[in-house]
C-alpha cells in the first residue's frame, strides 16, 4: 500500500473515518506528510515538468518541517515521504532535515531520488530514521545516455549506481528494515532497444522493483518509431518471462501505445500483491483530504502530490503564512473535505468546473482516475467508508446533493 497506509494502527484508521463522517473536519492527523522540501535539482532532465518551480530554487525552512512534524506526531503522525519537484537530497541544509527526522522517530515509507547526491553520510542518516522503499530514478542505462537527457555529467551515471549501492551495503541500525531497492527507467526513443540493459543493472544492484515508464508530454521525435515497437515488445515480453512469478517488473508505457494486456505482466503483479490485479473496490473514494498533506519547498500545501503537479491547483495555503496545525483545521480544508464528501454523496463523474470546486480537479472526481486510490489503503477500509457514503446518501441532504449536483446513474 502506498503513502505509507500500513503505518496505521487501527484506531488511526478510525479517526480517519469518523473525520469522514463530519465530513469538513479530521479527527487526527496529518497521518501522512509529504516533503517536497526543496524546488531546487541537481540534474535537467528534458522531460521535467517542474522546470518553473526548480528555477525558483526554493528550499522549505527546517524550522516549518521541525513544528510541522511536533504538530503531527502529537495528532498520529506514522510516516513521511521525501520526493517532490527537486531532488530531495539537494537542500541547502539536508544534514538538518535528516536530524529532524531522525529525532522525531518517524519513518520514511518512501523516498524518491536520483540517487547522485547518496553518499555515506546521509545513507546511514536515511537507514537510521528507517525507510520502506527508495525509488531511483535512474532513467537511462549509459553515462552517455544519462548526461545526454538529464543535462548533466557522465560521471553522475556513475555516483548514481554507487549512491544505490550503498543502501544494499551499509550495516543497518538495530531494528531498522533493509529498504526495498525500486529502480526506474524511461522507454521513449533513445532508449527503445535499451530494455535487456536494464535488467542486467537491476540485476547487478539486486532490485527488489523495476519500474519502464514512458514520458509524458514530450515531442513526438522523442517517441519509439512504430516500426521498431515490434521488436520493443519481444524485448518486453523476454523480460517478463525472466520475471514471471517474482512480480518485480512493472511497466506503464500509454503514451507510447505500449500499455497493451501484459497478460504476464498483471500475472506477475497479481501474484505478488496475493490477489487478482483486475479484481478492484467498486468505491476507492479519495480520504486524502482526512488523512495527508503534501509540503513544496516554497511552503505551499497541497492535498497530495497529484494536485501538486496540476498547473492550475490552488494550494490550500503556504506554510510560510501559517502554521501545519492553522492550515490542518481551516477553511481551506474544510472545504476541499466538503468538495470531496459531494463526490462520495453523487457515487458518479462530476465536472470540477460546472460544480464550482475550488481545489478539486477531474482526477479527484473521476473514479478510477487516479493512480493512488487503488493502493492507498486495504479494501477493507474502502468498505468502511462507503457505509458511511451510503448512509449518507440515504438522508435527505444526500438526497438533495445528489438531485441538485449529481446523478441517480452509478459510476460506470
Known amino acids: 500500500m502506498a503513502h505509507g497506509w500500513h503505518h496505521l494502527e487501527r484506531a488511526d484508521e478510525e479517526r480517519i473515518l469518523r ?11 496529518p497521518f501522512h506528510i509529504e516533503f517536497d522540501w526543496t524546488d531546487r535539482c541537481n540534474v535537467h532532465c528534458f522531460f ?39 531532488e530531495s537530497l539537494f537542500h541547502r541544509r539536508i544534514d538538518e532535515c535528516l536530524d ?44 552517455e545516455l544519462y ?8 560521471r553522475n551515471f556513475e555516483r548514481a549506481l554507487e549512491g544505490t549501492r550503498l543502501l544494499r551495503e551499509l550495516p543497518l541500525p538495530e531494528g531498522k528494515p533493509r529498504p526495498s531497492i525500486v529502480l526506474q527507467f524511461t522507454l521513449h526513443g533513445p532508449t527503445r532497444f ?29 517517441r519509439i518509431p512504430e516500426a521498431d515497437k515490434p521488436r520493443v515488445r519481444e524485448d518486453l515480453r ?68 497529484m494536485l501538486m503537479i496540476e498547473e492550475e491547483a490552488k494550494p490550500l495555503g503556504n506554510l510560510n503564512d501559517q502554521s501545519l496545525a492553522d492550515l490542518w483545521h481551516g477553511p481551506a480544508l474544510a472545504t476541499i473535505r466538503r468538495e470531496m464528501e459531494r463526490v462520495m454523496i453523487c457515487d458518479t463523474r462530476l465536472d470540477p468546473g460546472r460544480q464550482g470546486f475550488e481545489f478539486l480537479f477531474p482526477i479527484c472526481t473521476q ?36 438531485l441538485r449536483h449529481g446523478s441517480r446513474r452509478r459510476r460506470g
Open 147 to 154: 548526461a545526454r537527457h538529464m543535462e548533466t555529467s557522465p
Open 238 to 305: 523476454e523480460a517478463l518471462r525472466a520475471d514471471r512469478g517474482r512480480g518485480r517488473l512493472h511497466i506503464s508505457l500509454p503514451d507510447e501505445g505500449l500499455d497493451g494486456p501484459w497478460e504476464e505482466h498483471l500475472r506477475s503483479l497479481a501474484e505478488s500483491a496475493g490477489t487478482p490485479n483486475e479484481e478492484r473496490t467498486p468505491n476507492e473514494f479519495c480520504h486524502m483530504p482526512w488523512y495527508s498533506v503534501a509540503i513544496r519547498g516554497n511552503g505551499d500545501a497541497f492535498i497530495c502530490c
Open 48 to 86: 521535467c515538468h517542474n522546470d518553473l518551480r526548480n528555477a525558483a530554487g526554493r528550499d522549505l525552512d527546517p524550522a516549518i518541517i521541525r513544528s510541522s512534524m511536533e504538530f503531527a506526531k502529537a495528532n498520529g503522525l506514522r510516516s513521511v515521504r521525501l520526493s517532490g519537484g527537486g
Open 367 to 402: 473514479h478510477r482516475a487516479c493512480p493512488l486510490a487503488f493502493s492507498l489503503s486495504a479494501p477493507e477500509f474502502y468498505d468502511e467508508a462507503e457505509a458511511i457514503h451510503r448512509r449518507k446518501r440515504r438522508t435527505l441532504r444526500g438526497l438533495l446533493t445528489r
Open 100 to 143: 529532524i527526522l531522525l529525532e522525531t522517530g518517524v519513518p520514511i515509507d518512501n523516498l524518491t531520488t536520483n540517487a547522485v547526491l547518496l553518499n555515506e553520510r546521509n545513507a546511514a542518516k536515511l537507514l537510521a530514521i528507517g525507510m520502506d522503499e527508495v525509488i531511483v530514478s535512474l532513467n537511462y542505462t549509459t553515462p
Open 19 to 29: 473525520g469522514i463522517e463530519a465530513g469538513d473536519r479530521a479527527l487526527g492527523g
Open 194 to 222: 535499451e530494455v535487456p540493459r536494464m535488467m542486467e543493472i537491476a540485476d547487478d544492484l539486486d532490485a527488489d522493483r523495476v519500474l519502464i515508464r514512458d514520458l509524458y508530454r514530450v515531442d513526438q521525435s522523442t
